[in-house]
């Protein structure tokens, strides 16, 4: 009966959006050129603007057809380009595409230019390409991280669906999360957990009254990012889907037979912390522009500016106006962000080379540390702090064998790890874990820092805003100067 079901809800997706996947088809066969790198453009005589990006290597964007092209279509007035062509390299094949993706805006405006796109005659393609209309109203996000980056953006109505559930620390999604499991619980027929009054492509209407989430406003747990709930991703009618990707994945299994674009995060793998945080820009352009939304935000805020303390919303939950472009907030986010990272990077340059830090403990029989030219890696260089192998020049995870690491002991001044649950680790506890631990000079000193990811939101708050992190580390090299620790605890 559920299979059948199943198959059913599968059918009648299939068919609600067949004129959207055959538009889809023809721009992946006609518009684009081969995934294999070389000039971006969308036409044969068709040039465009390419977006400047400072940090980012893995990121194109080019915008094409000037603000005013347009005709007086209400729906592009206010565009500022008729599409754009969003390439994603592949980080781990040198010179391969990863995705492309082609933004094009919702309206008549838009349907014209899907029209004339698909009447250019261009070469084969080579990867995966995904025609998406904009703004993105409905979305299933599988990444915590980006759920946050959404709500600074002022597009959190947007999320319509997330994965991992327990894995995120934005006390607004776990509330709007819980109010669907309770509408479907009380109200929603067997095999739909999002029916009810949530209409198709009208996500962001309406507003959320203050307390109670309505049914437009709330999110459906699709279950775990590995084995998602294909049934109740299908209900949610989502117009993209947000995943992270992996090396040698092989592709997403049942999400690519839905037809919905899969906006492939590959953020993560950028090396450079501004790098990874530039592409907000993307996402922003994303989730496009849309009129004023109001909002109910609970308990803490969830935006973080630039180098300062977490704002908070006492008591009981209040609305507020969010902006209506996600794509210049995000320019604008980012500006703060640069700005903020490159004066502490100056700050802490003048002082001299500060404390050595191990950011990182045992796992099974290896112990994972970050490669000097990683992320972490750039941070702690940034920071004028020392590490004992930032002279690597690798930019991932090295996999390291206790011994390896005990060999420079010695050397570590500073060990502040992360770890997931339950209290903080005492130096009985950890030496329980692994005994050898005892042999880094920072655990006989006592500076040991740690940071619990279960309850601090740090991996929503560090991926789009290194500046929050490398502020962390200047503090344990150089000493309380720059501010008290906003995650780690001694």
Same mark, same amino acid.
């Given at each position: 009966?559920?299979?059948?079901?199943?198959?059913?809800? +599968?059918?009648?997706?299939?068919?609600?959006?067949?004129?959207?996947?055959?538009?889809?088809?023809?721009?992946? $066969?006609?518009?684009?050129?081969?995934?294999?790198?070389?000039?971006?453009?969308?036409?044969?005589?068709?040039?465009?603007?390419? $977006?400047?990006?400072?940090?980012?290597?893995?990121?194109? %964007?080019?915008?094409?057809?000037?603000?005013?092209?347009?005709?007086?279509?209400?729906?592009?007035?206010?565009?500022?380009?008729?599409?754009?062509? @969003?390439?994603?390299?592949?980080?781990?094949?040198?010179?391969?595409?990863?995705?492309?993706?082609?933004?094009?805006?919702? =309206?008549?405006?838009?349907?014209?230019?899907?029209?004339?796109?698909?009447?250019?005659?261009?070469?084969?393609?080579?990867?995966?390409?995904?025609?998406?209309?904009?703004?993105?109203?409905?979305?299933?996000?599988?990444?915590?991280?980006?759920?946050?980056?959404?709500?600074?953006?002022?597009?959190?109505?947007?999320?319509?669906?997330?994965?991992?559930?327990?894995?995120?620390?934005?006390?607004?999604?776990?509330?709007?999360?819980?109010?669907?499991?309770?509408?479907?619980?009380?109200?929603?027929?067997?095999?739909?957990?999002?029916?009810?009054?949530?209409?198709?492509?009208?996500?962001?209407?309406?507003?959320?009254?203050?307390?109670?989430?309505?049914?437009?406003?709330?999110?459906?747990?699709?279950?775990?990012?590995?084995? &998602?709930?294909?049934?109740? %991703? %299908?209900? $949610?009618?989502?117009?993209?889907?947000? @995943?992270?990707?992996?090396?040698?994945?092989?592709?997403?299994?049942?999400?690519?037979?839905?037809?919905?674009? +899969?906006?492939?995060?590959?953020?993560?793998?950028?090396?450079?912390? $501004? =790098?990874?945080?530039?592409?907000?820009?993307?996402?922003?352009?994303?989730?496009?522009?849309?009129?004023?939304?109001?909002? /109910?935000?609970? =308990?803490?805020?969830? /935006?973080? @500016?630039?180098?300062?303390?977490? /704002?908070? !919303?006492?008591?009981?939950?209040?609305?507020?106006?969010?902006?209506?472009?996600?794509?210049?907030?995000?320019?604008?986010?980012?500006?703060?962000?640069?700005?903020?990272?490159?004066?502490?990077?100056?700050?802490?340059?003048?002082? &001299?080379?500060?404390?050595?830090?191990?950011?990182?403990?045992?796992?099974?029989? !290896?112990?994972? @540390?970050?490669?000097?030219?990683?992320?972490?890696?750039?941070?702690?260089?940034?920071?004028?702090?020392?590490?004992?192998?930032?002279?690597?020049?690798?930019?991932?995870?090295?996999?390291?064998? &206790?011994?390896?690491?005990?060999?420079?002991?010695?050397?570590?001044?500073?060990?502040?790890?992360?770890?997931?649950?339950?209290? &903080?680790?005492?130096? !009985?506890?950890?030496?329980?874990?692994?005994?050898?631990?005892?042999?880094?000079?920072?655990?006989?000193?006592?500076?040991?820092?740690?940071?619990?990811?279960?309850?601090?939101?740090?991996?929503?708050?560090?991926?789009?805003?290194?500046?929050?992190?490398?502020?962390?580390?200047?503090?344990?090299?150089?000493?309380?100067?720059?501010?008290?620790?906003?995650?780690?605890?001694?």
């Amino acid at each position: 009966m559920k299979k059948s079901l199943y198959l059913c809800n +599968i059918k009648k997706y299939d068919m609600m959006n067949r004129n959207i996947y055959i538009f889809g088809a023809l721009l992946a $066969l006609l518009v684009l050129t081969a995934c294999q790198g070389g000039k971006t453009t969308a036409g044969e005589a068709e040039e465009g603007d390419t $977006l400047k990006m400072k940090y980012a290597k893995l990121l194109t %964007i080019v915008k094409y057809g000037e603000k005013g092209t347009a005709s007086s279509d209400k729906d592009a007035e206010d565009a500022e380009y008729q599409y754009a062509e @969003v390439n994603v390299a592949n980080p781990w094949k040198a010179g391969k595409l990863l995705h492309r993706y082609i933004l094009i805006p919702k =309206g008549e405006e838009g349907d014209k230019t899907v029209t004339r796109l698909a009447l250019q005659r261009t070469s084969g393609m080579g990867c995966t390409t995904d025609t998406v209309r904009t703004p993105v109203e409905r979305s299933a996000v599988f990444i915590a991280p980006h759920c946050q980056l959404m709500y600074e953006l002022g597009c959190q109505q947007a999320i319509r669906g997330v994965c991992d559930l327990n894995y995120i620390n934005i006390p607004d999604v776990r509330k709007r999360a819980a109010s669907a499991g309770k509408a479907s619980s009380g109200n929603a027929s067997s095999g739909n957990a999002s029916s009810g009054n949530a209409s198709s492509g009208n996500a962001s209407s309406g507003n959320a009254s203050s307390g109670n989430a309505s049914a437009q406003n709330s999110i459906v747990d699709c279950g775990s990012s590995m084995a &998602p709930d294909i049934e109740r %991703i %299908i209900a $949610l009618k989502p117009e993209a889907i947000l @995943v992270s990707p992996f090396e040698n994945s092989g592709g997403y299994g049942k999400l690519d037979k839905l037809h919905i674009p +899969i906006i492939e995060a590959a953020d993560y793998m950028e090396s450079s912390p $501004l =790098g990874r945080a530039e592409w907000m820009k993307f996402y922003g352009m994303l989730f496009g522009k849309g009129k004023n939304i109001s909002t /109910t935000v609970a =308990g803490k805020a969830l /935006t973080t @500016v630039a180098g300062k303390a977490l /704002t908070t !919303v006492a008591g009981k939950a209040s609305e507020a106006t969010l902006p209506a472009s996600c794509e210049l907030k995000a320019d604008s986010l980012f500006a703060k962000i640069e700005k903020e990272y490159l004066k502490l990077k100056a700050e802490a340059g003048k002082l &001299p080379k500060g404390l050595s830090i191990l950011t990182e403990r045992k796992t099974g029989n !290896v112990w994972y @540390v970050p490669g000097g030219q990683s992320t972490i890696g750039i941070l702690l260089k940034d920071a004028n702090a020392r590490y004992i192998f930032s002279d690597d020049k690798h930019s991932g995870s090295l996999p390291m064998s &206790p011994e390896q690491i005990l060999a420079k002991g010695s050397q570590v001044d500073v060990w502040a790890f992360k770890y997931f649950g339950g209290a &903080p680790l005492s130096q !009985v506890q950890l030496l329980q874990e692994y005994d050898g631990y005892k042999a880094l000079a920072a655990f006989s000193r006592g500076n040991i820092y740690q940071v619990d990811t279960s309850t601090v939101p740090y991996f929503e708050l560090t991926s789009f805003h290194p500046e929050l992190l490398l502020r962390e580390f200047i503090i344990l090299a150089h000493g309380d100067r720059f501010g008290k620790l906003k995650f780690y605890k001694k």
